[in-house]
């Protein structure tokens, strides 16, 4: 696009920052959209900060608390590790101080001097986030990100109430504060890993480290629309600081109740183990209760596991394609196997194997012509495979995109244009399950396959990866998502598809399913109806005995 970078003040405490927010303002940095020109470096004035708020006076124990669960629980790449900022090249450095939020009128007379310079946006990064909105500095609002909803000034917190009391999932937000009032660009809910803060923590802030630069592109794409697609903030969606703060209760709860889950475990691995099983029962209409009683079990040796079954009706023969993987490879390939009408099974037979990880054997037809798009994120592509001799022989035919880990790809045709749902992990650090992606074109053998604008178009651990066809019912589209709340793979959601086309996309949530229909479940991640059958996975708890 032949039109200026957008211009960008960046806000900074001190000469360290993390290693996520050094990986962002170097996509900043080196995009075709924005240039980062000033540096407004922030000194916070700490000694009017005390509180005689219990929480900070058990601070400490908080603290140690943290730095003892990151050593313990230690992940690469480490989002906090400490980075020294090497200034980039830029036209002026301001030095400002504040006392928590409040500016000295020194440093507010220091800022003035940008109003004469056209900045599109500010970007806050400070921990102390000093409110400069009624300053109305630049065009585009101050923005900045929140980490939780229960400490959303203090990202050093984040997570921590989300952890200890149990919650779903860590909700953050990118906000832009206007001169009267604030707007939502990101709302995203992420996974909470009940073992460790550490490890949550670093998740959300690496899938984080993207909604800047996203949005900043999408800003500089329209200009003229964007503040005007945004959503307001809704004053209550964010709690107080202090609200609601777990207690030293609740941490030495956890610290007594992760050790017992990790002997608990440890002592389960010598005597059972998880594995994925098939369910399936034959019904005309798509079927998404009573599992328990009307559903008959396909259970693969323990050596193995069935998983991702994708349902074929060819010459009233059905074919049932399946991710099968030995546990002790832990390396899937594709198979297939035939069910009969009495509802007895044929062995499954492997039709596609890689020295890479295959899975989610996503099966169309075009053109009278049969086609599997499986899993291959480990090997960084969506790849297109043929069928030369139903159903045994498949050959390779290209790949689609390259490039990402990108996982259980679907593929949907609607309005004349192909379109397919992905989940990326983006960033190393992130989560493949809490962002989904479109692309569409209008030829899914010679035509390139176009983003969409609003990708990724979920941002939500609950319902954002693929779990099944996306079908037709009743004039109303659906897409069956998995709920990864708990764990990967923990259920399913049906949502309706609302908004589909090259600009927007809406859905809604219609349904839910949960393991909860026989006492051995741990989840269910894939569901598909075809023709009267109706097949599910679950993963089951076995004795090795």
């Known amino acids: 696009m032949d039109q200026p970078k ?43 900060t005390k509180t005689n708020h219990p929480f900070y006076k058990k601070s400490f124990w908080y603290q140690s608390f943290l730095k003892l669960d990151q050593k313990i629980f230690k992940v690469k790449p480490n989002a906090f590790d400490q980075i020294n900022f090497n200034s980039i090249k830029l036209h002026e450095e301001i030095k400002i101080s504040s006392t928590e939020t409040f500016l000295s009128e020194e440093s507010k007379k220091r800022l003035n001097k940008l109003i004469d310079k056209e900045v599109d946006v500010i970007l806050d990064l400070s921990k102390t986030k000093p409110e400069l909105n009624s300053l109305n500095l630049s065009k585009y609002g101050v923005w900045h990100l929140t980490f939780s909803d229960y400490t959303p000034k203090n ?14 999932f860590i909700n953050s937000r990118l906000i832009v504060d206007f001169e009267n009032h604030s707007k939502t660009l990101i709302n995203s809910k992420s996974f909470v890993d009940l073992s460790s803060i550490h490890k949550s923590r670093n998740s959300v802030f690496w899938k984080t480290c ?9 800003l500089y794409k329209d200009r003229q629309n964007f503040v005007s697609n945004l959503n307001d903030l809704e004053p209550e969606s964010l709690l107080n600081e202090l609200e609601d703060i777990p207690y030293l209760f609740s941490l030495f709860k956890h610290i007594f109740l992760t050790v017992k889950n990790i002997v ?20 005309e209409n798509y079927q998404t209760q009573n599992y328990s009683q009307e559903y008959s079990r396909i259970t693969p040796p323990k050596d193995r596991i069935w998983a991702d079954p994708f349902i074929y ?9 399946i991710e099968e993987m030995l546990i002790n490879q832990n390396k899937g390939f594709i198979s297939v196997m035939e069910i009969y009408s009495d509802g007895t099974y044929s062995k499954p037979v492997s039709i596609i194997e890689n020295d890479y990880h ?22 960084k592509t969506i790849e297109l495979y043929k069928c030369v001799d139903f159903p045994y022989k498949w050959e390779f035919k290209k790949v689609l995109l390259e490039g990402e880990k990108a996982v259980d790809t679907t593929l949907f045709k609607h309005n004349e244009k192909y379109w397919i749902f992905t989940n990326k ?34 941002s939500d651990v609950s319902c954002a ?31 309706e598809i609302t908004v589909l086309n090259e600009n927007e996309y809406e859905e809604k949530n219609i349904d839910s399913i949960y393991p909860n229909w026989s006492n051995d479940l741990l989840g269910t991640h894939t569901i598909n109806h075809t023709d009267g059958l109706t097949i599910i996975d679950a993963l089951i708890q076995r004795s090795k005995f």
């Open 6 to 48: 957008l211009k960008i003040a960046l806000i900074l405490e001190g000469n360290k920052i993390d290693r996520w927010q050094s990986e962002m303002i170097s996509i900043l940095t080196s995009s075709y959209y924005a240039e980062v020109k000033w540096l407004i470096r922030l000194n916070r004035n700490k000694s009017n």
């Open 155 to 168: 990202p050093n917190l984040s997570g921590l109430h989300e952890v200890l009391l149990k919650k779903d």
């Open 210 to 218: 993207l909604f800047i630069p996203r949005q900043i592109e999408n």
């Open 264 to 283: 608990r475990n440890q002592i389960f691995k010598h005597f059972r183990f998880n594995q994925w099983i098939l369910l399936f029962k034959f019904s």
């Open 313 to 321: 009706y060819k010459n009233e023969k059905c074919f049932i394609f």
């Open 358 to 379: 295959m899975s989610y054997p996503f099966l169309f037809e075009d053109n009278d012509q049969l086609y599997m798009i499986p899993e291959t994120g480990s090997n």
């Open 425 to 458: 992990k983006e960033m190393v650090g992130a989560s493949a399950h809490e962002e989904l992606f479109l692309y569409y074109t209008d030829d899914v053998i010679d035509k390139k396959w176009i983003a969409h604008p609003k990708n990724p178009i979920v």
């Open 465 to 495: 990866r693929s779990a099944g066809n996306i079908f037709v019912k009743d004039n109303k589209i659906y897409r069956p998502a998995q709920n990864c709340i708990i764990r990967y793979g923990y259920g399913l959601k049906i949502q």
